[in-house]
């Protein structure tokens, strides 16, 4: 196997106690895709990552329990920010989540965030 090429991050430790809530099965899968994303980068496409416009990509995690969510941004450096984690309920990823998304990109972009 590779060495990993890409750090990640998480916005805050709020997001990784957001994974840490996600159920065993979510969670497992997620780890797994985190770890892929480390050696392969975050291009893993479909049905794994994919992007939601505007520099903001998806994260998609599947177990028995259903799915989860992770939308991240990369960011100069081979470096990968997860700004929020979240089980995905519906057919369509929530407006609240998206935003919640977005306001943390806009964030990470100017610099208000430290890595």
């Not at 997001?15 to 969670?27: D, F, N, T």
């Not at 392969?40 to 994260?59: C, D, N, Q, V, W």
Request: charged share 30%; aromatic share 8%.
């Amino acid at each position: 196997m590779k060495s990993a090429q890409w750090e990640i991050h998480f916005y805050s430790k709020k997001v990784m106690k957001e994974m840490e809530s996600l159920p065993a099965g979510i969670q497992a899968d997620f780890i797994d895709l985190l770890d892929q994303v480390e050696v392969y980068g975050p291009a893993l496409g479909e049905p794994h990552t994919k992007s939601m416009g505007r520099g903001l990509f998806e994260i998609r995690a599947h177990g028995a329990e259903g799915q989860g969510r992770g939308l991240f941004c990369s960011v100069k450096q081979n470096k990968l920010v997860i700004l929020h984690i979240f089980q995905k309920k519906s057919q369509k990823t929530p407006k609240k989540d998206l935003d919640i998304g977005y306001q943390r990109l806009k964030e990470v972009k100017n610099g208000q965030v430290k890595l």
